[in-house]
């Protein structure tokens, strides 16, 4: 499948290793992919976030993931639905890192043990973009899948940074919490990217 992504989807992909590499993370996960959108130039997905007014705001959404990852990847639902139990989650997070230092809840997000390896993890189409320096999180496979899915919904023949994009943003979790905080919506950008009443990113 990883032929069919156009040079900038791929120069997503290999940033979000990159990220991975640089936040000294165990596996590439959704948020990297995120990180590595943000990064683009002249492309569609940056079009579309700039025409949002996400383009002088994305120290914002650094912050707002840097943030998460310190709560263990957990999600602003996540912690409000833990909130409901009785479960705070901000005074757990602090003990912890009183305790055992800051960053300590960042699970497998904090070293990159075993990343190198060859033990057979991190097999499939994917494996093409990189090799074996970082594997892909579960999360971060289904954003790779569900942008095919986005791409063949919009009949187009390439999977393009673009389609990466609305599948982070159509999917629950962290990036798409942090996008939306900011206004940028899957339908927001379904509307960017392809009409409905405003500029389309060409």
Do not use: C
């Not at 912690?79 to 960053?103: C, F, K, N, P, Q």
């Not at 097999?123 to 569900?146: N, S």
Request: aromatic share 4%; charged share 30%; no cysteine.
């Amino acid at each position: 499948m990883f032929e069919r992504f156009t040079k900038d989807a791929r120069a997503v992909v290999l940033g979000a290793v990159g990220h991975a590499e640089r936040l000294d993370a165990e596996t590439v996960e959704e948020q990297h992919l995120l990180l590595a959108l943000l990064d683009r130039e002249a492309s569609r997905a940056s079009f579309a976030l700039t025409s949002l007014g996400l383009g002088g705001r994305r120290e914002s959404v650094r912050a707002a993931l840097a943030e998460a990852r310190r709560r263990g990847g957990l999600s602003r639902a996540d912690t409000d639905a833990l909130s409901g139990l009785g479960i705070d989650v901000s005074a757990i997070v602090s003990r912890v890192e009183e305790a055992h230092g800051d960053g300590a809840l960042e699970g497998s997000h904090g070293n990159a043990k075993g990343a190198g390896d060859d033990s057979g993890r991190g097999k499939g189409w994917w494996a093409g973009f990189v090799g074996q320096r970082r594997t892909f999180a579960r999360g971060a496979k289904d954003v790779l899948t569900e942008s095919l899915r986005m791409a063949l919904a919009e009949r187009d023949r390439h999977i393009g940074d673009e389609h990466l994009l609305l599948a982070l943003a159509a999917r629950p979790g962290v990036p798409s919490e942090v996008l939306a905080d900011l206004g940028v919506t899957y339908v927001a950008l379904r509307r960017v990217l392809y009409g409905g009443g405003e500029a389309k990113a060409g």
